[in-house]
């Protein structure tokens, strides 16, 4: 299997920095401490993301009608 295959979704480290950036927050705010927090928060974001990927699904399917 490739890598990434079958993948929908990753965040990675330098997602979260490129958002702090954003921000105008630096880079060297991002700790690891911060980042098991950043974590905590995007899994309880995440409690609905069946709902997310069915609007989606609903969205592609229906660009392609």
Sequence with gaps: ?????????????EDVVSCAREMDIPEEAITDEVLEEI??????GMEFW?????EAIRIAIERRS
């Design 1 to 13: 299997m490739d890598f990434g295959r079958g993948i929908i979704f990753i965040l990675t480290r």
């Design 50 to 54: 069946p709902d997310v990927v069915k």
């Design 39 to 44: 974590k905590s928060g995007v899994s309880w």
